[in-house]
Each structure stands twice: as structure tokens, then as C-alpha cells.
């Protein structure tokens, strides 16, 4: 079992994957752009004794606060699902041994995600994979 901690979920949401998960339901182009317009545009600076300085540009992430983070970090994480069940179906791909029968590879609660598999290098590399995509 692989425990991963989402506690800074919005920071770990890669753009490219959040733009692929968002062609991939068929939104129209003009929507893709205008969200991926507002979630790269960020810029970050440094307060030292008050004072602002520099601008850094992000690279991944959703800002705090920003009224659409919640569901597009929604459709990161279901789209992030539907990828974990691929694995089942991986030549080489062993279940964990209480999640088998009922073929869990994974879990997502409000702030952990648990990806299930036996402990061999393939398996564990296989889940690691559909992560790498998250993130």
C-alpha cells in the first residue's frame, strides 16, 4: 500500500495534465484556453519586512482561493481514477492480497489517496506511472 497525502493537493495538479483531462471530456477549445489562460497566469513574489519583490511564474498547481480550483482539482482526481483502473488489465500487474478479490487498486478521501498493489517492483512501478501522470 502506498499512502500519498494530499494536504497540498492544489500544488501538486500538473497544467499539462489538467489541460489534457479537459480535452479529453470535450470541452470546446474557447473554454480549455480560458481556463488554462486564468491557471497559468500566475505569479508569485517574496514579502521580506513588507516589501513585495520579484515575480516568479508558477509552473503547476491551482491557486488557493480561486473559485474554480476545487472542480478542476475534482476533474484531476477522477480522471486520475479512471487511470488507476488500468492497471488491473497490465500484463505483470499483481493485487495487493485483501484488495484482489474485489480488484481495489486505489482509494481517494478528501486529503489521502491510497494506491493498492503486491509489493513487486513491477506492480508498485505500474501505479507509480498513473501517478506521475497527476502529478
Not at 500544488?11 to 474557447?30: G, H, K, M, N, Q
Not at 509552473?59 to 488491473?88: K, N, V, W
Not at 509489493?119 to 501517478?131: A, E, H, K, P, R
Amino acid at each position: 500500500m502506498l499512502v500519498v497525502d494530499l494536504r497540498k493537493a492544489y500544488d501538486i495538479v500538473s497544467w499539462e495534465f489538467l489541460e489534457a483531462v479537459l480535452r479529453s471530456l470535450d470541452f470546446a477549445e474557447v473554454f480549455v484556453g480560458w481556463v488554462m489562460e486564468c491557471v497559468t497566469t500566475a505569479s508569485y513574489s517574496v514579502s521580506i519586512n513588507g516589501e513585495m519583490y520579484g515575480h516568479f511564474p508558477g509552473h503547476r498547481g491551482l491557486r488557493q482561493g480561486d473559485p474554480m480550483s476545487p472542480a478542476l482539482f475534482l476533474l484531476c482526481i477522477e480522471y486520475f481514477s479512471r487511470l488507476c483502473r488500468a492497471p488491473a488489465a497490465s500484463p505483470g500487474f499483481a493485487f495487493d492480497s485483501i484488495c484482489g478479490e474485489v480488484g481495489i487498486t486505489h482509494l481517494a478521501f478528501a486529503n489521502d489517496l491510497m494506491l493498492f498493489s503486491r509489493g513487486d517492483l513491477l506492480s508498485v512501478g505500474i501505479l507509480l506511472d498513473c501517478l506521475s501522470h497527476l502529478c
